[in-house]
C-alpha cells in the first residue's frame, strides 16, 4: 500500500505544480493586457492633428478624401518626423497645402471670395448673380 501512496502524492504534487504554473502565466497575460490598455497606442494621424495649426485639419481631411492611400504614407511619415523631434513646430493649412503639392498631391480646397455690399459681406457669386438680375430687368 506503501508505493501506491507514494506514487498518489507524486502524482498530487505533480498536478499541483501545473496549477501552480498555469495560475502564473494567466497572470502575466492579465497583467500585459492591463499594461497595453493603460498605453493605447496612438494613431499616426492623432500625432499628427495634434501639431496642426489654422486650417490645418480641413487640408488634411481634404487630402484624405481626395487621395486616401498616398495621404495615409505621408500621415504616417509625418507622425514618425513629429515623434523624433525633427518637426517640433505647427503646421498649418497652408504649409500642409504646400507640402502635398510639392510631392505631386494637387488637394482641391473649397475657396470662397466676400465683397462688401450695403456694409455687409456677400459672396462674390451673389453679387454677380444679383447684379445680371438687375440688368436683366
Not at 497583467?31 to 480641413?58: A, C, H, M, W
Not at 455687409?120 to 448673380?129: A, E, N, P, R
Request: net charge negative; proline share 2%.
Amino acid at each position: 500500500m506503501s508505493e501506491e501512496d507514494s506514487e498518489l502524492e507524486r502524482l498530487k504534487a505533480k498536478r499541483l505544480a501545473e496549477m501552480q504554473k498555469n495560475i502564473s502565466s494567466r497572470k502575466e497575460i492579465t497583467q500585459t493586457k492591463e499594461i497595453s490598455k493603460e498605453k493605447p497606442k496612438e494613431n499616426p494621424r492623432d500625432y499628427l492633428v495634434n501639431k496642426l495649426g489654422f486650417r490645418g485639419l480641413e487640408v488634411l481631411e481634404n487630402a484624405e478624401s481626395q487621395f486616401p492611400n498616398e495621404t495615409k504614407m505621408i500621415v504616417g511619415k509625418l507622425a514618425e518626423l513629429i515623434k523624433s523631434g525633427e518637426i517640433d513646430e505647427i503646421i498649418d493649412g497652408g504649409k500642409l497645402l504646400t507640402l502635398f503639392r510639392s510631392i505631386g498631391l494637387s488637394v482641391r480646397m473649397q475657396t470662397k471670395i466676400n465683397v462688401e455690399q450695403d456694409g455687409k459681406f456677400v459672396s462674390l457669386s451673389d453679387k454677380l448673380s444679383s447684379r445680371t438680375s438687375d440688368d436683366g430687368e
